[in-house]
């Protein structure tokens, strides 16, 4: 069994700034990419920030520079401190891992349950 539990979200006045974390807990082999998603309400889940297992990292255009995605691999967690946060920030936001189980062979996307960030006055 494999579990990612994240936390960190809640409500913050525009400009301000939060920090997420997501960690692995359960039968975890091995962890290779890592990535935070968002959903706002009516619109398509998409991706913020992703890290490979060598730290390479990319963000998308709307929090380019204002975002940073981090990984421990030694506790198996993953984090995103986020700054200078604008109401179009207002998600949920998803944590994932694409990870190896140990008694299994196969390499598989899991998720975190989601966290509530809302940005507003």
């Known amino acids: 069994q494999v579990q990612l539990v994240e936390s960190g979200g809640g409500l913050v006045q525009p400009g301000g700034s939060l920090r997420l974390s997501c960690a692995a807990s359960?039968?975890?082999?091995?962890?290779?990419?890592m990535g935070w998603y968002r959903q706002a309400p009516g619109k398509q889940r998409e991706l913020v920030a992703g890290i490979t297992s060598g730290g390479n990292t990319n963000y998308s255009d709307s929090v380019k520079g204002r975002f940073t995605i981090s990984r421990d691999n030694a506790k198996r967690m993953m984090s995103l401190e986020m700054s200078d946060l604008k109401p179009g920030d207002t998600a949920v936001y998803y944590c994932?891992?694409?990870?190896?189980?140990?008694?299994?062979?196969?390499?598989?996307?899991?998720w975190g349950q989601g966290t509530q960030v809302t940005v507003s006055s």
């Open positions: 994932n891992f694409y990870l190896l189980r140990r008694g299994t062979n196969w390499w598989q996307d899991y």
């Open positions: 359960g039968n975890v082999l091995a962890i290779d990419r």
